[in-house]
Structure formats: C-alpha cells, structure tokens
C-alpha cells in the first residue's frame, strides 16, 4: 500500500511565524505535490516537484516555497504566515507519467491567528 | 480561472438510488480524467479515471461517461450506499511535458445518501 505521510495534522501559528510542513511517501513517486483546499475552490496546486532538487510552481504559489532534498520527502514552507494561509494543506505522490493516480496523505489543517 | 467546473455544491440522493456527478471542463488539451473521493479528515482517495479516447469506463458500481464534444463527464454510482457520502472531486490532466503530471480540480460535490 502507498503511503503518503504528513508531520501535523493539526497546527496553529501566529501570523509571521515561519511554518514548515512536511511530507513523506514510502513509494520510491518521482512526482510529488502540495495542495491547499478551500471551501467552494477545490484542491489548488501550489507547488510539484518531479525530481530531487526540482521544483514547479503550480497555480497559487505566492507566499509558499518548497524543498525536496531526498526523493521520499518534500516540504512546505511558509516564510512568514498571514491568516489567509489558514487551510487545509494536503501532500500528494506519484509515479512520472500523467497516467497515473495521485496518492494523498491525510492533510494538515493550518490555523493562522 | 476555473479550467475544471463542479456547479453542484452538494447532492443528496435516496439509498439505493442512482447518484450522478457531473464535471464541466473548458481546456481541450485536457486528455486524461479523474475521480476522487474525500471523507471528512483524510485526504483524497482515486476512484475511477478515464481517458479521451474512451467514452465510459466502469468500475463496480461506479461508472465515468466522457463527452468530449460537451466538454463535459459524470460519475454515476448504483445503486448508492451510505457509505458513498463523501466530497466528490473531478480532475483534469492535460497532455504533454512535465505539465502532463499536473491535475486541475474541480471544486468537489457533496454526496450525502439518505437512508
């Protein structure tokens, strides 16, 4: 079984603050990615990486970067979080090809005070 | 701009009944198409995909049906089972280069099957 893991899933930060999530998939996926999910938007791309050290921006990638040293883990980073970076932020992996599923973790859900 | 449309919010169907999804997409290099669904607390889990060269594909009790000239797919579940009540999201993945690893979603539909 894929397995997709995320370090909190739960996790309040005050505004400024520097906030990383982590992601960790145990399935040897060239491709990982980081999303936010909003109410009434769907899961927005913010950014992918399809290789150690490569990294793409996807559709919202404003205020977020990203670092992907190992194969197995890539990160989120918020360097300096404001409240409209409160969301559900969901890690996803998988094979290269674009006939292939994605594999989810279970989502961090960000608070921002 | 939203390239993959889900104008049903929510959607509540009678146990046993046919449930049907329904996804709107405007890029025609959209090539290849998926079906997620959610519970509450866990992330999203694949369901059923289909590509363009295809018109239907069926999985079980879930079918994709694909028109490609509408721009346009549903999911159909039958018969519908409680445990079918999650969030429902369509994506696209479009065709070529590092790009073609991307999916666009859609902005989920609420399931909810009635007892």
């Known amino acids: 079984d894929v397995k997709v893991t995320q370090s909190s899933r739960y996790l309040v930060k005050r505004t400024g603050e520097k906030v990383f999530l982590e992601c960790v998939q145990d399935m040897d996926h060239e491709n990982m990615f980081w999303y936010r999910q909003d109410p009434g938007l769907g899961l927005r791309l913010i950014y992918f990486?399809?290789?150690?050290?490569?990294?793409e921006k996807g559709d919202i990638p404003e205020g977020y970067s990203v670092s992907r040293e190992k194969k197995e883990r890539f990160s989120l980073i918020l360097e300096s979080a404001s409240t409209n970076q409160t969301s559900m932020y969901l890690c996803?992996?998988?094979?290269?090809?674009?006939?292939?599923?994605?594999?989810f973790g279970p989502g961090t859900r960000l608070t921002v005070t | 701009d939203q390239q993959v449309k889900q104008n049903s919010p929510s959607l509540s169907v009678q146990e046993g009944r046919i449930s049907i999804l329904n996804c709107d997409y405007t890029?025609?290099?959209?090539?290849?198409f998926l079906w997620y669904k959610k519970y509450p607390a866990e992330g999203p889990t694949f369901l059923i995909s289909?590509?363009?060269?295809?018109d239907k594909n069926e999985d079980g009790r879930f079918t994709v049906f694909l028109n490609k000239s509408a721009k346009h797919l549903s999911l159909h579940i039958v018969p519908s089972q409680p445990g079918d009540s999650a969030v429902y999201f369509c994506a696209a993945s479009a065709v070529g280069g590092q790009g073609a690893q991307k999916l666009v979603f859609g902005q989920g539909t609420r399931l909810t099957i009635n007892p």
């Open positions: 990486s399809y290789d150690v050290k490569m990294k």
């Open positions: 996803a992996s998988s094979p290269p090809g674009s006939r292939y599923e994605q594999y």
């Open positions: 289909i590509s363009s060269i295809k």
């Open positions: 890029n025609s290099m959209f090539d290849y």
